[in-house]
Protein backbone atom coordinates (compact mmCIF):
# COMPACT_ATOMS: atom_id res chain seq x y z
CA UNK A 1 0.00 0.00 0.00
CA UNK A 2 1.57 3.55 -0.62
CA UNK A 3 1.81 6.08 1.56
CA UNK A 4 -0.54 9.23 1.14
CA UNK A 5 1.29 11.98 0.66
CA UNK A 6 1.41 15.54 3.15
CA UNK A 7 -0.02 18.37 1.44
CA UNK A 8 0.94 21.44 2.82
CA UNK A 9 -0.72 24.54 1.09
CA UNK A 10 0.77 27.86 1.28
CA UNK A 11 -1.65 30.86 0.23
CA UNK A 12 -0.74 34.14 -1.08
CA UNK A 13 2.57 34.63 -3.45
CA UNK A 14 4.02 37.71 -1.78
CA UNK A 15 7.47 38.17 0.60
CA UNK A 16 6.40 35.91 3.03
CA UNK A 17 4.56 32.93 1.09
CA UNK A 18 7.57 32.91 -1.37
CA UNK A 19 10.12 32.84 1.50
CA UNK A 20 8.55 29.82 3.20
CA UNK A 21 8.30 28.08 -0.24
CA UNK A 22 11.58 28.47 -1.19
CA UNK A 23 12.81 27.30 2.39
CA UNK A 24 10.25 24.27 2.16
CA UNK A 25 11.34 23.47 -1.54
CA UNK A 26 15.19 23.02 -0.37
CA UNK A 27 13.90 20.61 2.33
CA UNK A 28 11.34 18.85 0.37
CA UNK A 29 11.72 19.55 -2.69
CA UNK A 30 13.13 16.29 -3.93
CA UNK A 31 10.65 14.42 -1.26
CA UNK A 32 8.17 11.94 -3.21
CA UNK A 33 6.01 12.10 0.27
CA UNK A 34 5.58 15.98 0.52
CA UNK A 35 3.69 17.52 -1.90
CA UNK A 36 4.16 21.80 -1.72
CA UNK A 37 1.25 23.77 -3.37
CA UNK A 38 0.98 27.40 -3.24
CA UNK A 39 -2.48 29.35 -4.65
CA UNK A 40 -1.98 33.18 -5.05
CA UNK A 41 -3.79 35.80 -7.07
CA UNK A 42 -1.35 37.44 -9.27
CA UNK A 43 1.67 34.80 -10.91
CA UNK A 44 3.88 37.11 -10.07
CA UNK A 45 6.24 38.44 -6.72
CA UNK A 46 5.59 42.33 -6.30
CA UNK A 47 9.02 43.42 -5.04
CA UNK A 48 7.21 46.67 -3.41
CA UNK A 49 10.19 48.26 -2.00
CA UNK A 50 10.61 49.31 -5.96
CA UNK A 51 7.09 50.19 -6.65
CA UNK A 52 7.39 53.95 -5.97
CA UNK A 53 10.49 53.83 -8.85
CA UNK A 54 8.23 52.63 -11.10
CA UNK A 55 5.57 55.28 -10.38
CA UNK A 56 8.00 57.93 -11.06
CA UNK A 57 9.08 55.43 -14.46
CA UNK A 58 12.77 54.92 -13.11
CA UNK A 59 12.58 51.14 -13.58
CA UNK A 60 10.29 49.54 -16.44
CA UNK A 61 6.97 48.00 -15.29
CA UNK A 62 7.75 44.08 -15.42
CA UNK A 63 11.76 44.26 -14.12
CA UNK A 64 10.30 44.11 -9.92
CA UNK A 65 7.84 41.37 -10.66
CA UNK A 66 8.94 37.60 -11.02
CA UNK A 67 6.70 34.81 -11.98
CA UNK A 68 6.38 32.09 -9.36
CA UNK A 69 7.01 29.59 -11.58
CA UNK A 70 10.55 30.77 -12.35
CA UNK A 71 11.46 31.15 -8.30
CA UNK A 72 9.17 28.25 -6.62
CA UNK A 73 9.84 25.62 -9.50
CA UNK A 74 9.21 22.14 -7.37
CA UNK A 75 5.84 23.91 -6.15
CA UNK A 76 2.06 23.03 -8.11
CA UNK A 77 1.11 26.50 -8.54
CA UNK A 78 -2.71 27.49 -8.99
CA UNK A 79 -3.61 31.46 -9.77
CA UNK A 80 -6.56 32.10 -8.48
CA UNK A 81 -8.40 33.95 -5.82
CA UNK A 82 -9.07 32.38 -2.51
CA UNK A 83 -12.70 32.44 -0.96
CA UNK A 84 -12.65 30.90 1.80
CA UNK A 85 -11.02 28.57 4.38
CA UNK A 86 -12.14 26.17 6.23
CA UNK A 87 -9.80 25.19 9.14
CA UNK A 88 -12.05 22.16 10.38
CA UNK A 89 -12.00 20.46 7.34
CA UNK A 90 -8.87 21.28 5.93
CA UNK A 91 -9.96 22.89 3.12
CA UNK A 92 -9.45 25.78 1.05
CA UNK A 93 -11.92 27.48 -1.96
CA UNK A 94 -11.21 29.64 -4.50
CA UNK A 95 -13.43 31.84 -6.56
CA UNK A 96 -14.79 30.65 -10.05
CA UNK A 97 -15.16 32.82 -12.47
CA UNK A 98 -17.25 32.67 -15.73
CA UNK A 99 -14.78 30.39 -17.46
CA UNK A 100 -13.49 28.43 -14.66
CA UNK A 101 -15.60 26.32 -11.88
CA UNK A 102 -14.45 26.71 -8.19
CA UNK A 103 -12.02 24.45 -6.40
CA UNK A 104 -11.19 23.11 -3.23
CA UNK A 105 -7.93 22.10 -2.26
CA UNK A 106 -7.21 20.08 1.03
CA UNK A 107 -4.45 20.04 2.98
CA UNK A 108 -2.32 18.77 5.64
CA UNK A 109 -0.58 21.60 6.95
CA UNK A 110 -1.74 25.59 5.75
CA UNK A 111 0.63 28.60 5.44
CA UNK A 112 -1.80 31.47 5.40
CA UNK A 113 0.52 34.30 3.84
CA UNK A 114 -2.04 36.49 2.17
CA UNK A 115 -0.91 40.57 3.13
CA UNK A 116 -2.81 43.29 3.26
CA UNK A 117 -5.12 46.03 1.57
CA UNK A 118 -5.14 49.10 1.78
CA UNK A 119 -7.40 50.67 4.69
CA UNK A 120 -9.05 53.76 4.17
CA UNK A 121 -10.62 53.66 7.54
CA UNK A 122 -14.21 53.89 6.62
CA UNK A 123 -13.76 56.87 3.83
CA UNK A 124 -15.79 55.86 1.12
CA UNK A 125 -15.28 59.35 -0.62
CA UNK A 126 -11.65 59.08 -0.34
CA UNK A 127 -11.58 55.30 -1.23
CA UNK A 128 -13.30 56.31 -4.55
CA UNK A 129 -11.42 59.60 -5.31
CA UNK A 130 -7.82 58.49 -4.40
CA UNK A 131 -4.81 56.63 -5.92
CA UNK A 132 -3.26 54.01 -3.65
CA UNK A 133 0.36 52.71 -4.39
CA UNK A 134 -0.16 49.06 -3.38
CA UNK A 135 0.12 47.02 -6.41
CA UNK A 136 1.45 47.02 -9.75
CA UNK A 137 -1.43 48.59 -11.28
CA UNK A 138 -1.49 51.25 -8.82
CA UNK A 139 1.93 52.56 -10.11
CA UNK A 140 1.41 52.60 -13.58
CA UNK A 141 -2.21 54.29 -13.43
CA UNK A 142 -0.06 57.34 -11.18
CA UNK A 143 2.47 57.71 -13.12
CA UNK A 144 -0.07 58.16 -15.98
CA UNK A 145 -2.09 60.37 -13.81
CA UNK A 146 0.83 62.55 -12.94
CA UNK A 147 2.18 62.65 -16.41
CA UNK A 148 -1.86 63.41 -17.71
CA UNK A 149 -1.82 66.66 -14.60
CA UNK A 150 1.50 67.54 -16.50
CA UNK A 151 -0.68 67.82 -19.74
CA UNK A 152 -3.87 69.53 -18.22
CA UNK A 153 -1.56 72.17 -16.27
CA UNK A 154 0.59 72.98 -19.49
CA UNK A 155 -2.49 74.34 -21.59
CA UNK A 156 -4.83 75.44 -18.17
CA UNK A 157 -6.00 78.70 -18.26
CA UNK A 158 -7.77 79.24 -15.33
CA UNK A 159 -5.65 79.50 -12.44
CA UNK A 160 -7.01 77.45 -9.99
CA UNK A 161 -7.61 74.60 -11.87
CA UNK A 162 -4.13 74.85 -13.03
CA UNK A 163 -2.59 74.86 -9.34
CA UNK A 164 -5.25 71.73 -8.66
CA UNK A 165 -3.93 70.20 -11.36
CA UNK A 166 -0.18 70.91 -9.90
CA UNK A 167 -0.61 69.84 -6.48
CA UNK A 168 0.04 66.45 -5.30
CA UNK A 169 -1.02 65.39 -1.84
CA UNK A 170 0.43 61.88 -0.42
CA UNK A 171 -1.32 60.72 2.44
CA UNK A 172 0.81 58.97 4.79
CA UNK A 173 4.63 59.42 6.24
CA UNK A 174 5.27 55.89 6.34
CA UNK A 175 7.69 53.95 3.62
CA UNK A 176 5.73 53.61 0.75
CA UNK A 177 4.60 57.05 1.63
CA UNK A 178 7.96 59.07 2.12
CA UNK A 179 9.32 56.89 -1.16
CA UNK A 180 6.39 57.58 -3.21
CA UNK A 181 6.47 61.59 -2.27
CA UNK A 182 10.41 61.51 -2.83
CA UNK A 183 10.20 59.95 -6.13
CA UNK A 184 7.29 61.84 -7.63
CA UNK A 185 9.03 65.18 -6.71
CA UNK A 186 11.74 63.66 -8.92
CA UNK A 187 9.95 62.72 -11.83
CA UNK A 188 7.74 66.04 -11.92
CA UNK A 189 10.91 68.04 -11.81
CA UNK A 190 12.39 66.01 -14.59
CA UNK A 191 9.67 65.84 -16.91
CA UNK A 192 8.72 69.64 -16.31
CA UNK A 193 11.61 70.75 -18.83
CA UNK A 194 9.50 69.43 -21.50
CA UNK A 195 6.18 71.53 -20.82
CA UNK A 196 7.25 75.00 -21.20
CA UNK A 197 4.85 76.74 -19.33
CA UNK A 198 5.03 74.90 -16.04
CA UNK A 199 7.59 76.32 -13.85
CA UNK A 200 9.44 74.79 -10.63
CA UNK A 201 7.81 76.99 -7.99
CA UNK A 202 4.17 75.64 -9.64
CA UNK A 203 5.00 72.24 -8.93
CA UNK A 204 3.64 71.00 -4.95
CA UNK A 205 3.80 67.60 -3.12
CA UNK A 206 2.12 67.86 0.07
CA UNK A 207 2.64 64.68 2.64
CA UNK A 208 0.16 64.72 5.82
CA UNK A 209 0.37 62.72 8.29
CA UNK A 210 -1.60 61.96 11.45
CA UNK A 211 2.04 61.13 13.50
CA UNK A 212 3.74 64.01 15.18
CA UNK A 213 6.94 62.42 12.96
CA UNK A 214 7.34 60.77 9.45
CA UNK A 215 8.98 57.10 8.96
CA UNK A 216 7.98 56.04 12.63
CA UNK A 217 10.08 52.91 13.37
CA UNK A 218 13.62 54.93 12.35
CA UNK A 219 15.73 56.38 14.72
CA UNK A 220 14.32 60.00 15.14
CA UNK A 221 17.27 61.95 14.19
CA UNK A 222 17.30 60.26 10.80
CA UNK A 223 13.71 60.89 10.63
CA UNK A 224 14.19 64.35 11.21
CA UNK A 225 17.40 64.23 8.49
CA UNK A 226 14.68 62.83 6.09
CA UNK A 227 11.89 65.77 6.91
CA UNK A 228 14.20 68.54 6.14
CA UNK A 229 15.71 66.65 3.10
CA UNK A 230 12.49 66.65 1.81
CA UNK A 231 11.69 69.99 2.91
CA UNK A 232 14.97 71.50 1.16
CA UNK A 233 13.83 69.63 -1.91
CA UNK A 234 10.09 71.72 -2.01
CA UNK A 235 8.16 69.04 -0.48
CA UNK A 236 5.86 70.15 2.27
CA UNK A 237 5.51 68.02 5.35
CA UNK A 238 1.98 68.40 7.34
CA UNK A 239 2.35 66.62 10.65
CA UNK A 240 -0.23 65.34 13.29
CA UNK A 241 -3.15 66.25 10.40
CA UNK A 242 -5.40 63.67 9.09
CA UNK A 243 -7.63 64.11 5.96
CA UNK A 244 -10.87 63.88 6.72
CA UNK A 245 -12.30 63.97 3.04
CA UNK A 246 -11.55 63.93 -0.99
CA UNK A 247 -14.23 64.55 -3.50
CA UNK A 248 -11.74 64.67 -6.34
CA UNK A 249 -11.11 68.15 -6.19
CA UNK A 250 -9.94 69.18 -3.08
CA UNK A 251 -8.62 67.57 0.50
CA UNK A 252 -10.11 68.26 3.72
CA UNK A 253 -7.85 68.14 6.63
CA UNK A 254 -8.02 68.27 10.24
CA UNK A 255 -5.04 69.38 12.65
CA UNK A 256 -4.50 66.56 15.55
CA UNK A 257 -4.32 68.72 18.96
CA UNK A 258 -2.16 66.35 21.64
CA UNK A 259 -4.10 68.13 23.90
CA UNK A 260 -7.40 69.32 22.16
CA UNK A 261 -9.15 71.59 24.41
CA UNK A 262 -11.79 72.65 21.86
CA UNK A 263 -12.59 69.76 19.44
CA UNK A 264 -14.77 71.97 17.19
CA UNK A 265 -12.29 75.00 16.51
CA UNK A 266 -12.70 75.12 12.97
CA UNK A 267 -9.49 76.97 12.39
CA UNK A 268 -8.14 73.42 12.75
CA UNK A 269 -10.05 72.65 9.52
CA UNK A 270 -8.10 73.45 5.97
CA UNK A 271 -8.20 71.71 2.93
CA UNK A 272 -5.73 71.72 -0.89
CA UNK A 273 -6.95 72.12 -3.99
CA UNK A 274 -6.04 68.84 -5.79
CA UNK A 275 -6.98 66.41 -8.21
CA UNK A 276 -4.65 63.96 -7.00
CA UNK A 277 -4.38 62.45 -3.95
CA UNK A 278 -2.56 59.36 -3.24
CA UNK A 279 -3.37 57.50 0.06
CA UNK A 280 -0.52 55.24 1.50
CA UNK A 281 -1.57 56.21 4.88
CA UNK A 282 -2.95 52.13 6.17
CA UNK A 283 -3.15 48.65 5.82
CA UNK A 284 -4.97 46.42 6.74
CA UNK A 285 -4.95 42.54 6.18
CA UNK A 286 -7.20 41.33 3.21
CA UNK A 287 -11.15 40.36 3.78
CA UNK A 288 -10.79 36.62 3.12
CA UNK A 289 -8.97 36.63 6.20
CA UNK A 290 -11.55 38.22 7.98
CA UNK A 291 -14.13 35.60 6.37
CA UNK A 292 -12.08 33.14 6.99
CA UNK A 293 -12.81 30.96 10.63
CA UNK A 294 -8.92 31.94 11.89
CA UNK A 295 -8.89 33.92 15.21
CA UNK A 296 -8.06 37.79 14.75
CA UNK A 297 -7.98 40.38 16.57
CA UNK A 298 -7.67 43.80 14.60
CA UNK A 299 -8.15 41.83 11.65
CA UNK A 300 -4.83 39.87 11.92
CA UNK A 301 -4.73 36.40 12.77
CA UNK A 302 -3.26 35.37 16.17
CA UNK A 303 -0.49 33.04 16.59
CA UNK A 304 1.44 31.86 19.00
CA UNK A 305 5.45 31.87 19.73
CA UNK A 306 5.76 29.39 16.81
CA UNK A 307 3.51 31.32 14.37
CA UNK A 308 0.75 29.05 14.64
CA UNK A 309 -2.13 29.60 14.68
CA UNK A 310 -4.80 29.25 17.95
CA UNK A 311 -6.72 26.24 17.94
CA UNK A 312 -5.32 24.49 14.39
CA UNK A 313 -1.65 23.17 14.74
CA UNK A 314 -0.48 22.44 11.80
CA UNK A 315 -1.92 26.23 10.62
CA UNK A 316 0.92 29.04 10.53
CA UNK A 317 -0.07 32.71 9.63
CA UNK A 318 3.08 34.45 8.59
CA UNK A 319 3.68 38.45 7.06
CA UNK A 320 1.08 41.40 7.02
CA UNK A 321 -1.83 39.06 7.86
CA UNK A 322 0.06 37.58 11.27
CA UNK A 323 -0.37 39.51 14.76
CA UNK A 324 2.67 38.83 16.59
CA UNK A 325 3.64 41.00 19.30
CA UNK A 326 7.47 42.12 19.80
CA UNK A 327 7.77 41.31 23.00
CA UNK A 328 9.88 44.65 23.74
CA UNK A 329 7.25 47.05 22.60
CA UNK A 330 4.09 44.51 23.30
CA UNK A 331 3.11 46.00 20.06
CA UNK A 332 2.72 44.35 16.86
CA UNK A 333 5.91 44.00 14.65
CA UNK A 334 5.38 46.75 11.64
CA UNK A 335 4.40 45.64 8.31
CA UNK A 336 7.69 45.13 6.34
CA UNK A 337 9.20 42.69 3.67
CA UNK A 338 11.89 41.96 5.99
CA UNK A 339 9.54 40.88 9.03
CA UNK A 340 7.62 38.70 6.82
CA UNK A 341 10.28 37.18 5.52
CA UNK A 342 11.91 36.70 8.90
CA UNK A 343 8.47 34.84 9.60
CA UNK A 344 8.96 32.92 6.86
CA UNK A 345 11.81 30.89 7.68
CA UNK A 346 10.43 30.07 11.33
CA UNK A 347 7.48 28.67 10.07
CA UNK A 348 9.00 26.52 7.32
CA UNK A 349 11.40 24.96 10.27
CA UNK A 350 8.17 24.48 12.36
CA UNK A 351 6.48 22.50 9.17
CA UNK A 352 9.85 20.20 9.03
CA UNK A 353 9.45 19.81 13.11
CA UNK A 354 6.24 18.67 12.70
CA UNK A 355 6.70 16.15 9.58
CA UNK A 356 10.20 15.33 10.91
CA UNK A 357 8.63 14.80 14.58
CA UNK A 358 11.78 17.37 15.76
CA UNK A 359 11.38 20.45 18.13
CA UNK A 360 9.68 23.38 16.88
CA UNK A 361 11.63 27.12 17.41
CA UNK A 362 9.90 30.33 18.51
CA UNK A 363 9.82 33.11 16.56
CA UNK A 364 12.80 35.62 17.42
CA UNK A 365 13.64 38.92 15.14
CA UNK A 366 16.37 40.59 15.31
CA UNK A 367 16.31 43.44 12.88
CA UNK A 368 18.99 43.84 10.15
CA UNK A 369 18.84 47.40 9.86
CA UNK A 370 16.59 49.59 8.03
CA UNK A 371 16.38 52.00 5.16
CA UNK A 372 14.34 54.18 3.04
CA UNK A 373 15.37 56.79 0.38
CA UNK A 374 13.89 60.10 -0.19
CA UNK A 375 14.50 61.14 -3.69
CA UNK A 376 17.55 63.45 -5.55
CA UNK A 377 20.33 60.41 -4.72
CA UNK A 378 19.56 60.87 -0.65
CA UNK A 379 18.08 58.33 2.05
CA UNK A 380 18.45 57.14 5.56
CA UNK A 381 20.01 53.72 6.83
CA UNK A 382 20.78 52.36 9.97
CA UNK A 383 22.91 49.69 9.18
CA UNK A 384 25.49 47.42 10.74
CA UNK A 385 24.60 49.45 14.06
CA UNK A 386 25.07 52.80 12.50
CA UNK A 387 22.93 55.99 11.24
CA UNK A 388 23.82 56.93 7.96
CA UNK A 389 22.24 59.93 5.84
CA UNK A 390 22.58 61.29 2.56
CA UNK A 391 23.85 59.70 -0.41
CA UNK A 392 25.63 56.32 1.13
CA UNK A 393 22.17 55.52 2.57
CA UNK A 394 20.80 55.91 -0.91
CA UNK A 395 23.69 53.79 -1.94
CA UNK A 396 23.40 50.95 0.01
CA UNK A 397 19.68 51.18 -0.22
CA UNK A 398 20.41 50.48 -3.90
CA UNK A 399 23.02 47.91 -3.40
CA UNK A 400 20.78 45.88 -0.33
CA UNK A 401 17.72 45.74 -2.26
CA UNK A 402 19.25 45.07 -5.88
CA UNK A 403 21.09 41.43 -4.12
CA UNK A 404 17.60 40.74 -2.55
CA UNK A 405 15.98 39.98 -6.13
CA UNK A 406 15.33 36.65 -6.28
CA UNK A 407 16.74 36.89 -10.06
CA UNK A 408 20.14 37.60 -11.58
CA UNK A 409 18.36 38.45 -14.84
CA UNK A 410 15.75 40.81 -13.07
CA UNK A 411 18.43 42.44 -11.09
CA UNK A 412 20.63 42.96 -14.36
CA UNK A 413 17.03 44.61 -15.83
CA UNK A 414 16.85 47.08 -12.52
CA UNK A 415 20.36 48.03 -12.37
CA UNK A 416 20.30 49.20 -16.52
CA UNK A 417 16.99 50.95 -15.54
CA UNK A 418 19.10 52.81 -12.83
CA UNK A 419 22.18 53.61 -15.43
CA UNK A 420 19.90 54.53 -18.33
CA UNK A 421 18.28 57.11 -15.69
CA UNK A 422 21.52 58.51 -14.79
CA UNK A 423 21.66 59.65 -18.98
CA UNK A 424 18.85 60.60 -20.17
CA UNK A 425 15.65 62.04 -19.51
CA UNK A 426 12.43 60.04 -18.29
CA UNK A 427 9.97 58.65 -20.91
CA UNK A 428 7.07 61.26 -20.54
CA UNK A 429 4.22 59.08 -22.60
CA UNK A 430 0.73 58.71 -21.15
CA UNK A 431 0.16 55.43 -21.98
CA UNK A 432 -3.66 54.84 -22.09
CA UNK A 433 -3.84 51.44 -20.84
CA UNK A 434 -7.92 51.44 -18.75
CA UNK A 435 -10.47 50.72 -20.48
CA UNK A 436 -11.44 53.64 -22.76
CA UNK A 437 -14.68 55.73 -21.30
CA UNK A 438 -17.14 57.01 -23.36
CA UNK A 439 -16.19 60.72 -24.47
CA UNK A 440 -19.21 63.12 -23.89
CA UNK A 441 -20.57 65.62 -26.20
CA UNK A 442 -21.37 69.01 -24.22
CA UNK A 443 -22.97 71.56 -25.74
CA UNK A 444 -20.86 74.87 -27.04
CA UNK A 445 -21.12 77.75 -25.01
CA UNK A 446 -19.92 80.30 -27.59
CA UNK A 447 -20.44 83.23 -25.71
CA UNK A 448 -19.65 82.49 -22.50
CA UNK A 449 -16.06 83.51 -21.36
CA UNK A 450 -15.87 81.80 -17.50
CA UNK A 451 -17.03 78.36 -18.02
CA UNK A 452 -15.89 77.20 -14.58
C1 LIG B 1 5.05 51.03 -1.83
C2 LIG B 1 5.57 50.10 -0.76
C3 LIG B 1 6.90 50.17 -0.36
C4 LIG B 1 7.37 49.30 0.62
N1 LIG B 1 8.68 49.38 0.97
C5 LIG B 1 9.18 48.51 1.87
C6 LIG B 1 10.56 48.53 2.17
O1 LIG B 1 11.33 49.34 1.65
N2 LIG B 1 11.01 47.61 3.09
C7 LIG B 1 10.20 46.70 3.68
O2 LIG B 1 10.66 45.86 4.48
N3 LIG B 1 8.88 46.67 3.41
C8 LIG B 1 8.35 47.54 2.52
N4 LIG B 1 7.02 47.51 2.22
C9 LIG B 1 6.12 46.57 2.96
C10 LIG B 1 6.15 45.19 2.33
O3 LIG B 1 5.82 45.23 0.97
C11 LIG B 1 5.15 44.27 3.03
O4 LIG B 1 5.35 44.31 4.42
C12 LIG B 1 5.31 42.83 2.53
O5 LIG B 1 4.94 42.79 1.17
C13 LIG B 1 4.49 41.85 3.35
O6 LIG B 1 4.65 40.57 2.80
P1 LIG B 1 3.44 39.52 2.81
O7 LIG B 1 3.95 38.29 2.14
O8 LIG B 1 2.91 39.41 4.18
O9 LIG B 1 2.31 40.20 1.95
P2 LIG B 1 2.30 40.54 0.40
O10 LIG B 1 3.68 40.75 -0.10
O11 LIG B 1 1.30 41.62 0.25
O12 LIG B 1 1.75 39.20 -0.27
C14 LIG B 1 0.43 38.75 -0.14
C15 LIG B 1 0.10 37.86 -1.31
O13 LIG B 1 -1.19 37.27 -1.11
C16 LIG B 1 -1.95 37.38 -2.31
N5 LIG B 1 -3.37 37.42 -1.94
C17 LIG B 1 -4.00 38.28 -1.10
N6 LIG B 1 -5.31 37.96 -0.99
C18 LIG B 1 -5.52 36.88 -1.78
C19 LIG B 1 -6.65 36.08 -2.08
N7 LIG B 1 -7.85 36.31 -1.55
N8 LIG B 1 -6.48 35.04 -2.93
C20 LIG B 1 -5.28 34.76 -3.48
N9 LIG B 1 -4.17 35.48 -3.22
C21 LIG B 1 -4.28 36.52 -2.39
C22 LIG B 1 -1.47 38.68 -2.94
O14 LIG B 1 -1.75 38.70 -4.33
C23 LIG B 1 0.03 38.61 -2.64
O15 LIG B 1 0.71 37.86 -3.61
C24 LIG B 1 6.50 48.36 1.24
C25 LIG B 1 5.18 48.30 0.85
C26 LIG B 1 4.70 49.15 -0.15
C27 LIG B 1 3.25 49.04 -0.57
Not at 103 to 131: P, R
Not at 307 to 313: A, I, N, R, T
Amino acid sequence: MTRKKKKIVILGGGFAGVECTRQLESKFGNDPEVELVMVSEDNFLLFTPMLPQVASGMIETRHIVLPIRTICKKTKFYEGRIKNIDPFGKLVNLWGTGDKRSISIHYDFLVVALGSETNFFGMADVEKNSFTMKTLNDAVMLRNRVIDMLEQAENETNPILRKSFLNFVVAGGGFAGIETAGELMDLILDARKHYHSIYKDDLKVVVIEALPMILPGFNEKLAEFAKQKLIERGIDIKLQTAITSFDGNEVTTKSIDQNPKDPLDESKVDSIRTKTLIWTAGVTPVSTIQRSMLKTDRGKVIVNDYLEVQDFPGVFAIGDCALFLNPETKRPFPPTAQIAEAQAKTAAKNLIALIKNSKKEKFEYHSKGQMAIIGKRSGIATFLGMNISGFWAWLIWRSVYLSKIPTLDKQIRVLLDWVIDLFFDRDISRLKIMKREDEKEYKLLDEVDDVW
